[in-house]
């Protein structure tokens, strides 16, 4: 189901609750309002209005793809970007790395299940940006 986004700094600053198996009803809302929103090109579920840590992006192929707990392990290349954000007006100066190495969960045959992803340029910013959207810091 397509969902509003969520604008309210108040509900966007508090940090989310880890997600369980029984949060994956939110990837469907998720994937829904992403594709219902042209500019955007990933989304956490905070932005919807559900404060658990779950986000989803566009891959470099315009694939989408879900991370359950998102965690920054390892950052490499800091660079100044410019990014916007769907609950925010305007666009801002963030710091933001260039090449990433993230832990997460992947939800298979019902369980999570832990995994690794190593990102680079426009795909490691854009899942920076849910992660700390997930820690509740906005730009």
Known sequence: MIKEIVKDDEILSQPCEKATEQDNELVT???D???ANEEAA?????QIGTP???????DDNEQPRVMFNPVLKQALHPFKAVEACLSHEGEVEVKRFAWINV????LVDGKLVPKKIKLQG???QLVQHMIDHCKGKTI
Request: proline share 0%; net charge negative.
């Open 52 to 58: 658990k840590s779950v986000v989803v992006y566009l």
């Open 29 to 31: 809302d998720l994937l």
């Open 42 to 46: 990933a989304l956490s579920a905070n």
């Open 122 to 124: 426009w795909t490691a």
């Open 33 to 35: 309002t992403l594709a």
């Open 103 to 106: 832990s997460y969960e992947d």
